[in-house]
Every structure is written in structure tokens, then in C-alpha cells.
């Protein structure tokens, strides 16, 4: 038995004259938390849509748990949430779910026994109200989000797709949907999702590609990309509100690439060939009071801008400076 549940060689998809996914290689092992990500429009749901069938690419080859990705066998063994949710809104949640959970050949009895296991995971069903009993127009975004992930697992898939899983959701219903990844990956599922939220990714992932218009430009664990690019980040803070003081050297491109205000210090980037004393001097220079000045890794939000730069990263992605 293969240890890969994703098996992706030199896939390639072209629309007219836009090229989708080029010449895309992509493994993934089973039992991991595999993130893809990129800004929107990067190939991420190409590529997701290639590997379920629903789209042939041009050319390359697909495998999913050992098998072509065109086998009935390695698809039904396949949970996937799409991007564009949808539900039946005037039935009643758990009519929805069990129609859910036999399409995928799971019988009425289990059926019914998983979704009960499912609604009190996920806390739609509770002492104070049982939730499955409601239409799912009376369920909020949020809730009927989790619906659509419980009819997502019910037949026990060994591999779970999500696009754009967090997309929408509060922070309580995004933390449930957070523990129940890892629940997956604990029971030994591969779990595989889409996101441009990279702090999202930075948090679950065991590993993660990196698309910017139809290209991989960095594939693998998070921890490797992490150190891999390390050592080039300060962290920066200053004693009140000491910002003006320090602009020109945040500006100053021999020093420093970029930076990112996060309001309680600053993540900077440094400039190839500056090192890090060169800029302490001159933010003490400056007559700043510093309060924390240290090497750190960079985010994989950082990574990204460094790798792709901003001109591929939607709007709202990029930092400061």
C-alpha cells in the first residue's frame, strides 16, 4: 500500500488563454494536515476540482490513496466540502444529513447512529436545544456550515477535502472546525484544505504548497519552510508611541525589505546583505526606547509575500511597508 494519499505529477489545466495549474507535482502522506495555499484565483480550487474528477486536466497524472483518481473505488473513499456551500434549506437538518450520508452508501441505521455522534460534537445538539430537529434556514451561517462538514464525513472518508473551510465562520464556530481537523488527523485521516488564510494554515498545517497564479513556488513541511527561511526577521517594539521616530529606518531599503505593523511590534524583514545590529543601532540612534529586539522566525504570511510578493497577493493579504 502506497503511503501517499495524494499523488499529483506534472499536472497541467488551461482555460483559452489562462493557464489554471502548470506543470503542478504535489505528494502528500497519509495522516498529515496539508494546507494549499495562495490568494484567490491561484489554482487552488483547480487544482482540488482536478484531483476529485470533476475536472480532466490536460495533462499529468492523479492518484488518490494508490489509485487513479478517475476509479469509483478512490473516490468514494474521498470527503470533500466545496467552496460554494449548499444545502437544502426547508428540510429539517438531520433528513438533510442522513440524504446526505446514503448517497455515499451508508445505511439508514449507521447513518442515523453518526449523525447523532456528530451534532453533539459539534454542538448542535445540547441539553438547551437540539438544532437537528430545525429547518436548516433557521440555522445560521455558521451552524449550517457545520452541518454541511458533518454530511462531509459521514461516510468515513480516509481522505477529507476542504475549500476554503474557514471562510465566513465567527471565531467559535472556526475553532470547532479547527478541533475537529485535528480529531481527524488523529484518527489517522488525511486531511487536505485550501485557504489564503495563512495564520489559519500556520496553526494546523504539517505541511503546506504555496500556488501564486497557476505555479508552485514553495512545497513542504512547515516546520523545514520555517527554518529554511529564518534568520532574516526581526521583532521590534518600542516603549509609547515612538513610531515617527523610527520611520526612516523602517524605510530605508538597505536595512530592511519590508515590515509588517502589528500594532504591538514590528515583524521586519531584512534587506540582503543588512543584518540585525545595523538596525538596532539605528533605531537607538533615533532616540527610540526599545522594549524587545529579537531574531524570530517568519510567519508563513511573510514567507509568501517574500516568495511570491505583493503583486500576487489579493487585497487585504499584504502588510505594511
Not at 168 to 187: F, S, Y
Request: include cysteine; hydrophobic fraction near 40%.
Amino acid at each position: 500500500m502506497t503511503d501517499l494519499a495524494i499523488d499529483i505529477r506534472n499536472a497541467y489545466k488551461r482555460y483559452e488563454q489562462h493557464v489554471a495549474v502548470r506543470d503542478l507535482s504535489l505528494q502528500v502522506p497519509r495522516g498529515a494536515v496539508y494546507g494549499l495555499l495562495g490568494p484567490n484565483g491561484a489554482g487552488k480550487t483547480t487544482t482540488i476540482r482536478m484531483l476529485l474528477n470533476i475536472i480532466i486536466p490536460d495533462s499529468g497524472t492523479i492518484q488518490l490513496l494508490g489509485h487513479p483518481n478517475t476509479e469509483r473505488h478512490a473516490l468514494d473513499r474521498v470527503g470533500y466540502l466545496p467552496e460554494e456551500r449548499g444545502l437544502y434549506k426547508k428540510m429539517q437538518v438531520r433528513r438533510v444529513l442522513l440524504f446526505l450520508a446514503e448517497l455515499k452508501g451508508v445505511k439508514p441505521k449507521v447513518a442515523k447512529a453518526r449523525i447523532e455522534e456528530w451534532l453533539e460534537r459539534l454542538s448542535l445538539k445540547t441539553a438547551e436545544k437540539d438544532w437537528g430537529a430545525a429547518k436548516v434556514d433557521e440555522l445560521s451561517r455558521g451552524m449550517q456550515q457545520k452541518v454541511q462538514f458533518i454530511g462531509t464525513l459521514l461516510h468515513e472518508p480516509d481522505l477529507v477535502i476542504l475549500d476554503e473551510p474557514f471562510s465566513g465562520l465567527d471565531p467559535i464556530n472556526a475553532q470547532a472546525l479547527k478541533d475537529t481537523v485535528m480529531h481527524l488527523k488523529h484518527t489517522g485521516k488525511t486531511v487536505i484544505f485550501s485557504t489564503h488564510m495563512m495564520d489559519n494554515a500556520e496553526r494546523l498545517c504539517d505541511s503546506v504548497c504555496i500556488i501564486a497564479q497557476g505555479n508552485k513556488v514553495l512545497d513542504g513541511s512547515v516546520t523545514e519552510v520555517k527554518a529554511a527561511h529564518g534568520g532574516r526577521n526581526v521583532a521590534l517594539s518600542l516603549e509609547g508611541g515612538e513610531r515617527a521616530q523610527v520611520d526612516a529606518v523602517l524605510n530605508d531599503r538597505s536595512l530592511v525589505s519590508r515590515f509588517d505593523d502589528q500594532n504591538r511590534f514590528f515583524d521586519i524583514e531584512l534587506a540582503p546583505g543588512a543584518n540585525a545590529q545595523q538596525i538596532l543601532q539605528r533605531v537607538v540612534a533615533s532616540g527610540a526606547t526599545v522594549s524587545r529586539f529579537e531574531l524570530v522566525q517568519p510567519s508563513l504570511h511573510q514567507i509568501f509575500l517574500e516568495k511570491v510578493g505583493a503583486t500576487g497577493v489579493e487585497e487585504g493579504m499584504s502588510g505594511n511597508g
